[in-house]
């Protein structure tokens, strides 16, 4: 007692009233702070009771949170023509359990995008998100944006992309989000895009490979391949050639691949174990719309897997990810058989909105690779014992 009233915390009624000196504050994402003025420092938990607390609800109507030159959080009422500091919200606060649970305990299959990114403040970084006018791209796109991050969508129907533009400011009215032209099918334009990019003359700190098509009929692009393996692969895996120099300028930075757990019911490789580029981009006779999906995401974990190797000594790293099993999106349209099982499925999937981007690294394979190759030719044994479960 004789070090707490040292301190001056034992001159109060209520345990939660602080004691002289301290102020409470909030974050942009409602999560309680302190501020000591004396000490001129600032912590988490309550000096008196070692809580942790959080905002409970939105904030009131006519409220509107603000952020100062100096990058501190305050609050407009506009209906009373008054500003403060004081989160009219604290009223309200809910306790944060303080003990640091582990990612295990923290998130599972009912995790959000935005439950992901709760407390991290994004301000001042870029991401480009390939594929962001709907589902998984859109809601990766919309929590990055909502977190302070510059966003990029780069899609191929440039009407859509700026209805997710608008779908994305009218939560944020500051939110920092753009769309470019970025059409996978197409090589010249994935060049066009890397080179409008750089004209822009602003860093890459995040770049989310997440575009795919699925259940095509069997057709060749203008660049003469087949368009699963261009769009899926191919056209991503020469957007990051093109992209390389400024993600490593922009260091840390990360490559993130959305593959699938369907690359594990394929090869590439022929009956000899030797990698068989007839198989990536096959003819109409061999063509099955599954197989090449399914190559095409094993295709990305390879590259993936390459890439962090080649990158990560100069700060870039790569990772794969498998969205989810039962994830329900409109991948399925090109087709009415998958429709109708992708609807059929669909009260046992998770929602857009219970996205989890779960970045797990992937084991790294450790055959050659050069300028020709367009994988790297994992052997067989290697990748059964060395392929990530993500």
Not at 42 to 70: F, S, V
Not at 186 to 195: G, P, Y
Request: aromatic residues 10%; hydrophobic residues 35%; contains cysteine.
């Amino acid at each position: 007692m004789a070090a707490l009233r040292y301190a001056g915390l034992d001159d109060t009624d209520s345990e939660d009233e602080l004691p002289p000196g301290w102020e409470q504050r909030t974050t942009k994402d409602g999560w309680v702070y302190y501020a000591n003025h004396a000490e001129e420092k600032t912590q988490w938990e309550h000096p008196k009771t070692g809580k942790r607390k959080r905002i409970a609800g939105d904030l009131p109507y006519g409220w509107e949170q603000e952020t100062d030159e100096n990058g501190q959080v305050f609050f407009v009422d506009h209906i009373n023509k008054r500003t403060t500091y004081l989160d009219p919200r604290l009223a309200f606060t809910v306790d944060d359990n303080p003990t640091k649970p582990t990612s295990r305990q923290r998130y599972d299959g009912g995790t959000t995008a935005m439950e992901i990114l709760q407390g991290r403040d994004f301000t001042g970084k870029v991401v480009v998100v390939t594929g962001a006018n709907s589902g998984i791209g859109f809601e990766t796109a919309k929590s990055f944006a909502l977190h302070g991050a510059h966003v990029i969508l780069a899609c191929r129907n440039m009407t859509r992309a700026n209805e997710a533009v608008s779908q994305i400011l009218g939560e944020w009215h500051k939110a920092k989000v753009e769309a470019m032209t970025l059409d996978l099918a197409l090589l010249r334009s994935v060049q066009h895009f890397a080179q409008a990019f750089k004209a822009k003359n602003v860093s890459l700190h995040v770049l989310v490979c997440n575009a795919a098509a699925f259940a095509l009929p069997w057709s060749l692009t203008k660049d003469g391949l087949e368009t699963t393996f261009q769009v899926n692969h191919l056209g991503h895996f020469y957007l990051v050639q093109l992209l390389q120099d400024v993600l490593c300028r922009s260091a840390p930075a990360r490559v993130v691949v959305v593959s699938s757990e369907s690359h594990r019911f394929t090869d590439i490789n022929d009956s000899s174990g030797k990698l068989d580029f007839s198989r990536l981009s096959p003819s109409k006779s061999d063509y099955w719309a599954m197989l090449a999906y399914n190559r095409s995401k094993l295709c990305n974990i390879l590259f993936s897997n390459e890439l962090h190797r080649r990158l990560s000594p100069r700060g870039v790293t790569s990772n794969a990810v498998h969205p989810g099993n039962m994830m329900y999106s409109s991948i399925h349209r090109n087709w009415w058989v998958y429709t109708l099982l992708f609807t059929l499925a669909r009260p046992f999937t998770k929602s857009m909105g219970r996205y989890l981007l779960r970045v797990k690294s992937i084991s790294h394979c450790n055959s050659a690779f050069t300028a020709t190759d367009l994988v790297s030719p994992c052997q067989k044994e290697n990748m059964k014992e060395k392929n990530t479960r993500h």
